[in-house]
């Protein structure tokens, strides 16, 4: 199966200010001497620590004033038609926004395929307001140091309105099914120059990296966190990181080609990793290191 992939991989500038050199002192700090990825102890003080700064830091998550932002786009008559994104149907029906990315992705039949919340975004815009998905799509992601794009605000909005919900992807329709399937494959699947998987970092219990816990997501407590979770403000980056970035990132540290913005195989991947995590209590956007 075709990962749609661009041949040139870009890396993630990382932003040191505010935050973000608070954190990495902070785990620096705590955490000398701590290895790269391999067995770990089981959950420690260390870790602990980590968790309490991100939950003080949760109090003030900076995603709030994206999600602001966000509602702003959402509610704004733009494009050709000059018509606002409220009428945009994420699952749920026309205009319903609360709840609905805990039911993402899932099929859709106008456009007969399986989307996650970014495609149909992307998909209402073009569709709804007359914008051109070329443009919409050719600068997703923030850089260091940039305000939140288009897309990471209307991201962090929508998602926000799912905040306490039961994740519930469903799996139904054939084409559902169908996606989950690859996704699996995508999960175990092994390539690149060190013969990575998905499964390399995620299928075995008590892993790090560095100081990062990587949950083990074949079981069902740390999948439903982890999907749970994402998008998230990444306060060493200074900004709100949408699912399909995650995935990206992922692909990168992998060393695999490019994963292309809302791809077949990212879809997949996430389809089967909300699936999994089916259950659990949406907690989006939340804190990240």
Same mark, same amino acid.
């Given at each position: 199966?075709?990962?749609?992939?661009? /041949?040139? *991989?870009?890396?993630?500038?990382?932003?040191?200010?505010?935050?973000?050199?608070?954190? %990495?002192?902070?785990?620096?700090?705590?955490?000398?001497?701590?290895?790269?990825?391999?067995?770990?102890?089981?959950?420690?003080?260390?870790?602990?620590?980590?968790?309490?700064?991100?939950?003080?830091?949760?109090?003030?998550?900076?995603?709030?004033?994206?999600?602001?932002?966000? +509602?702003?786009?959402?509610?704004?008559?733009?494009?050709?038609?000059?018509?606002?994104?409220?009428?945009? &149907?994420?699952?749920?029906?026309?205009?319903?926004?609360?709840?609905?990315?805990?039911?993402?992705?899932?099929?859709? @039949?106008?456009? &007969?395929?399986?989307?996650?919340?970014? @495609? $149909?975004?992307?998909?209402?815009?073009?569709?709804?307001?007359?914008?051109? $998905? &070329?443009?919409?799509?050719?600068? *997703?992601?923030?850089?260091?140091?940039?305000?939140?794009? &288009?897309?990471?605000?209307?991201?962090?909005?929508?998602? +926000?309105?799912?905040?306490?919900?039961?994740?519930?992807? /469903?799996?139904?329709?054939?084409?559902?099914?169908?996606?989950?399937? $690859?996704?699996?494959?995508?999960?175990?699947?092994? #390539?690149?120059?060190?013969?990575?998987?998905?499964?390399?970092?995620?299928?075995?219990? %008590?892993?790090?990296? $560095?100081?990062?816990?990587?949950? %083990?997501?074949?079981?069902?407590?740390?999948?439903?966190?982890?999907?749970?979770?994402?998008?998230?403000?990444?306060?060493?980056?200074?900004?709100?990181?949408?699912?399909?970035?995650?995935?990206?990132?992922?692909?990168?540290?992998?060393?695999?080609?490019?994963?292309?913005?809302?791809?077949?195989?990212?879809?997949?991947?996430?389809?089967?990793?909300?699936?999994?995590? %089916?259950? #659990?209590?949406?907690?989006?956007?939340?804190?990240?290191?």
């Amino acid at each position: 199966m075709s990962m749609n992939a661009l /041949p040139k *991989p870009q890396r993630m500038e990382r932003k040191t200010g505010g935050l973000g050199l608070g954190l %990495n002192l902070f785990l620096f700090c705590i955490g000398l001497g701590t290895a790269s990825i391999g067995s770990a102890q089981p959950r420690d003080s260390t870790e602990a620590e980590i968790e309490k700064y991100r939950q003080m830091l949760q109090d003030g998550n900076p995603a709030e004033l994206v999600s602001l932002k966000g +509602e702003g786009l959402w509610k704004r008559k733009q494009g050709p038609k000059q018509l606002s994104l409220e009428s945009c &149907d994420l699952g749920l029906g026309p205009g319903v926004v609360k709840g609905a990315n805990a039911q993402l992705p899932r099929y859709f @039949a106008d456009a &007969d395929t399986v989307m996650d919340l970014e @495609a $149909r975004i992307v998909h209402c815009r073009v569709t709804i307001q007359g914008l051109e $998905r &070329d443009k919409l799509i050719a600068k *997703p992601y923030s850089s260091a140091g940039e305000s939140a794009t &288009d897309m990471e605000a209307l991201v962090a909005y929508v998602v +926000e309105e799912s905040r306490g919900m039961t994740i519930m992807v /469903p799996q139904q329709h054939p084409k559902e099914k169908e996606a989950y399937v $690859r996704g699996e494959k995508i999960f175990y699947f092994r #390539g690149g120059p060190y013969d990575f998987s998905c499964a390399s970092c995620h299928a075995v219990d %008590n892993q790090r990296i $560095r100081l990062q816990g990587l949950p %083990n997501l074949t079981k069902t407590e740390p999948a439903q966190k982890a999907f749970a979770s994402w998008p998230a403000y990444r306060v060493s980056q200074g900004a709100l990181r949408t699912m399909q970035w995650r995935i990206y990132d992922c692909f990168r540290q992998q060393r695999f080609p490019e994963l292309k913005y809302l791809s077949p195989a990212s879809v997949d991947l996430i389809t089967y990793l909300g699936a999994r995590a %089916n259950g #659990g209590v949406m907690e989006t956007p939340a804190i990240k290191r």
